[in-house]
């Protein structure tokens, strides 16, 4: 597998890479940064946008800080930025800084706070606009932009100035910049030809980076995960089984509806400017895909009604669980859409959750949508529990398992991670299931 092997990552070079960037970092960082960090770096801020902590300062890589200033400057809209060790105060759980440090400040801007730990640089971002102000969503175009998990993070620069141009994009559609090559990983590039290492940086900004990004997410998030561990200790009695799935589709059940009525009044409106043309073919395509889905569950519920008693494991489910839950997914997504609100993806994990407003490192270098309590399971180490369907026989024993599981082959809810590992879950459908009744 071609994409496979590009981004196959040999342990002993990359931390010959790490020794060689993170002599700067404090052996034994604070124990606990005392509660008024927040007030620290906000009063910092008055007079340099770009704060990092003292106990980093020593030695930092000038250059490190220059691309970064450079990056804020040129945004145009104010970018602040921390730079502060991991420590047990920083990995709170509800500890949001970018939220606390805006609310500090009070200005619209871009807020970054970013921590190192064990060599790995990471980071969280807050994009507030001013007033009326409106755009893509920050997540969206981080998303979107194919060759994100594939930016170094064992300094911080590259990663932070990526998400300044980000931001920008977001902010007013400006298009993404290159991702200069010596910002990538170098296994990507290795044993590429010099021209192919040239188109590589060129993917990102003209839009053409979804086959490489789409094929590495995929097979990377969905094989990663794809060992035999025993079946998560989910639902199994056929009573939560017949309640989960009662449950999701009452939600989807819900939001088809509920998007429909949106989307009728936005059809009202008059004088739609050619991007409220945009959104709403966006939502009514999305919206029939919901009903697609909607209704092969129903024909599925149809066909249980028939056979029940005789086939106790047709009632686990799981092409109706899928089906279901992906129809509450694309509704709620074309009622985001035509109702002013930022088209967001599902939480990868879970999509019956709240939308993934967040991002889970989930590995070195995979970040995934998910929601805030996904979130923060992934950043204490642990894997969410996730939507759990039934196991096919024979791969995974009897049981339930996350549904990253099964053959991305077989579902697209399951190939696209419900739209959070690449946003075309209504087109797939369409194609796979055919249009709506
Ligand atoms: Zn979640």
């Known amino acids: 597998m071609s994409a496979l092997s590009l981004v196959k990552r040999p342990r002993s070079r990359r931390l010959a890479l790490l020794l060689a960037v993170l002599a700067f970092l404090p052996l034994t960082p604070a124990q606990a940064a005392p509660p008024e960090l927040p007030d620290q770096i906000a009063a910092a801020w008055r007079t340099d946008h770009l704060y990092v902590d003292a106990a980093m300062r020593q030695g930092f890589p000038q250059a490190e800080l220059a691309r970064i200033r450079a990056a804020a400057s040129s945004a145009g809209f104010p970018v602040y930025v921390a730079l502060i060790p991991r420590t047990p105060y920083t990995r709170q759980d509800q500890l949001d800084l970018p939220t606390l440090l805006q609310a500090r400040v009070g200005e619209p801007g871009l807020y970054l706070v970013w921590t190192a730990s064990d060599g790995y640089w990471s980071g969280t971002e807050k994009l507030v606009r001013p007033g009326g102000l409106r755009g893509r969503s920050l997540i969206r175009v981080q998303l979107d932009d194919k060759l994100d998990n594939k930016i170094v993070t064992d300094r911080p620069a590259p990663k932070i100035v990526r998400t300044i141009q980000q931001a920008g994009t977001a902010y007013d559609g400006r298009p993404l910049p290159e991702i200069p090559v010596s910002d990538l990983t170098p296994e990507l590039i290795r044993g590429r030809s010099t021209s192919e290492k040239e188109e590589l940086s060129g993917y990102v900004g003209m839009g053409i980076g979804g086959l490489i990004g789409f094929v590495f997410v995929l097979t990377r998030v969905l094989r990663r995960r794809r060992r035999p561990a025993r079946p998560a200790a989910g639902p199994k009695s056929p009573a939560t089984v017949d309640h989960r799935l009662a449950s999701v589709r009452t939600q989807a059940d819900r939001w088809i509806p ?14 739609l400017t050619a991007e409220q043309l945009d959104l709403r073919d966006d939502a009514t395509a999305r919206l029939a895909a919901a009903r697609t889905l909607r209704a092969g569950a129903s024909a599925d519920d149809r066909a249980d009604d028939q056979a029940s008693g005789s086939t106790g494991d047709r009632k686990a489910g799981t092409p109706d669980i899928l089906a279901l839950t992906g129809a509450f997914v694309l509704a709620r997504q074309a009622f985001q859409l035509v109702s002013g609100n930022d088209l967001q993806p599902p939480c990868f994990f879970d999509p019956t959750h709240p939308s993934g407003t967040h991002r889970a490192a989930w590995s070195d270098d ?62 797939r459908v369409t194609r796979v299931y055919g249009g709506v009744r």
């Open 366 to 427: 995979i970040e995934v949508p998910a929601c805030k309590t996904c979130a923060q399971t992934v950043e204490r180490g642990k894997t969410p529990h996730g939507l759990q369907v039934k196991a096919k026989t024979g791969l995974f024993g009897s049981g339930f398992v996350p549904y990253w599981n099964l053959d991305p082959d077989e579902s697209p809810m399951v190939a696209t991670g419900f739209g959070a590992l690449s946003d075309d879950l209504a087109e």
């Open 258 to 271: 509920k998007a429909g009525r949106a989307l009728r009044s936005f059809e009202k409106r008059r004088n």
